[in-house]
């Protein structure tokens, strides 16, 4: 009995001494920690940057001003333990010469989607739905910045439908200055993460239209919402999305006959990100988000063989004070390809503002 007795106690006091050291060994990590975020480095950079909201653009170089037609390759590569919603803004902006404004066809990578039925209409702002969180998918929009009301988007057959059904949410619908522009979003039902994508965005022929339905809803100059596309004379532009390995489906994106005739200048193709970096959240709950870019082509009008457009221009940093830090734009490789890459990873090893990436590889 005694001799148990003092097994027992023996056995207390290894496990006593077992929580101590654990206990030690974390709190010692902990410190570790905190001085790897004040002492320099990328993780004090991050600490520091209260005002960032993660926010760098680049611009695809040498786009002709008689451009008609884009493709490139997409491939989500990595997206996971996000707490904030990450959003990478793919603009491709058209312009009519001697025309007015511009018009915005927008082909996003957002790290969720949310499931809906086509033809939602206005069910509030942002878009509505049942959301699929760390699951990244594509999000088609047609932006009318300019409140003119002169735009449409339609999916092409039953599968595109179901694919990237509608709903009009309007922009960033917090102030009353934008409280009337349309944006009829096609919000990508399932995850591309990991899925070869290709996208082909081609101009057909100027079409003169009567009023009529099936082209999404867009609000009114008064603030109303329409399912009625205005009659007129519009740039329709097809969109052909194919993942490798399943059948491509398209998606018509109207443009009024004002703005929408050429990919170029003042518009041309932009890529900005958004919500990469915030200061309100545990740095090791931001996730980690990388989406390759490649095999850029465009097509001039009355050309029959496309070009390719190797060269990136890190146009913008909206850091206030300090250029970012732990994500942003780098050449990478992928399955023997130089890419763009887009990601927030927490590490220092990107380009800065200013610079040029030069992708050698296009196919």
């Not at 050291?21 to 480095?41: D, F, K, N, P, Q």
């Not at 695809?60 to 990478?88: C, E, F, M, Q």
């Not at 970096?277 to 850029?296: E, H, K």
Request: charged fraction near 20%.
């Amino acid at each position: 009995m005694c001799d148990r007795k003092r097994r027992g106690e023996k056995s207390q006091g290894r496990r006593r001494w077992t929580v101590v050291l654990v206990g030690a060994l974390i709190a010692y990590a902990v410190r570790a920690e905190a001085r790897s975020l004040t002492a320099g480095g990328p993780g004090a950079a991050l600490l520091r940057r209260v005002t960032d909201g993660g926010t760098v653009s680049a611009k695809l170089a040498d786009v002709p001003p008689d451009t008609v037609a884009l493709r490139y390759h997409l491939r989500v590569n990595a997206s996971s333990g996000h707490v904030n919603r990450k959003l990478i803004f793919f603009g491709v902006r058209t312009a009519t010469p001697g025309g007015s404004g511009v018009g915005t066809i927008e082909t996003d990578v957002v790290t969720d989607w949310l499931q809906y039925a086509d033809d939602l209409g206005h069910a509030g702002w942002p878009e509505q739905g049942i959301r699929h969180p760390s699951e990244p998918s594509l999000w088609l929009r047609n932006v009318d910045y300019d409140g003119v009301g002169r735009v449409g988007l339609r999916p092409t057959s039953a599968a595109a439908r179901l694919l990237f059904p509608r709903q009009c949410a309007g922009i960033d619908r917090t102030t009353p200055a934008h409280a009337g522009l349309t944006s009829i979003a096609a919000i990508h039902q399932g995850s591309i993460l990991g899925r070869d994508l290709e996208l082909t965005l081609v101009r057909e022929p100027l079409v003169i239209l009567p009023a009529q339905l099936d082209w999404g809803h867009r609000f009114t100059p008064e603030g109303s919402v329409t399912p009625i596309l205005p009659a007129g004379r519009y740039w329709p532009w097809r969109l052909t999305v194919h993942p490798f390995g399943a059948p491509a489906v398209d998606v018509v994106f109207l443009l009024d006959e004002s703005r929408g005739r050429y990919i170029g200048p003042p518009g041309d193709v932009t890529i900005n990100t958004e919500f990469f970096f915030r200061p309100d959240v545990p740095q090791n709950l931001l996730g980690v988000l990388q989406l390759f870019v490649w095999g850029v082509e465009t097509l001039r009008e009355g050309a029959t063989t496309w070009e390719p457009r190797p060269r990136w221009e890190y146009t913008n940093d909206a850091t206030p004070h300090e250029p970012s830090i732990g994500y942003g734009f780098r050449k990478s490789m992928y399955a023997g390809h130089e890419v763009l890459e887009v990601s927030y990873s927490g590490d220092d090893a990107y380009a800065r503002a200013g610079s040029v990436i030069d992708l050698d590889d296009q196919r």
